[in-house]
């Protein structure tokens, strides 16, 4: 997650002297960082809904898409790569039907492109 940047996502927000400066849900004290840590423990978007009172979902969704838009982007400068935050992305995706495991394989079909959800080059 370091290495998106979170400034071109308007659901969120960083104050200085909020939540020590981290990017927090917008009008919230709501880190981004929570949300995906809540995704890679196996949660789904209604579970964080029921967990966190007071939370937009849109503004969640916002959050959750512009992280998946933004791992098939090229980054600008070498970044580490954001794998816990790509396995949590790409479980949520198998939840809500949109992807599917191959058989036999640690590789995932997402909207007609193969992924894996570890650090495992792609086949082939």
């Keep these: 997650m370091a290495g998106l940047d979170w400034s071109q996502c308007s659901a969120v927000e960083s104050v200085p002297g909020k939540v020590s400066g981290a990017w927090v849900l917008k009008g919230t004290r709501m880190p981004v960082s929570t949300i995906f840590e809540n995704l890679e423990a196996g ?6 809904m029921e967990w966190y009172d007071g939370l937009d979902r849109e503004q969640v969704k916002a959050v959750i898409e512009f992280g998946a838009h933004s791992l098939n982007k090229a ?7 954001p794998q816990r935050l790509k396995a949590a992305l790409i479980l ?15 590789f995932l079909r997402v909207d007609s492109k193969l992924v894996s959800p ?3 080059k792609e086949p082939g």
């Excluded at 949660?43 to 964080?48: E, G, S, T, V």
């Design 43 to 48: 949660a789904n978007l209604d579970d964080i």
């Design 75 to 81: 980054p600008a400068r070498p970044v580490a790569k």
């Design 92 to 106: 949520l995706l198998l939840r809500h039907g949109r992807g599917r495991a191959l058989p036999g394989s640690y």
């Design 118 to 120: 570890c650090c495992r």
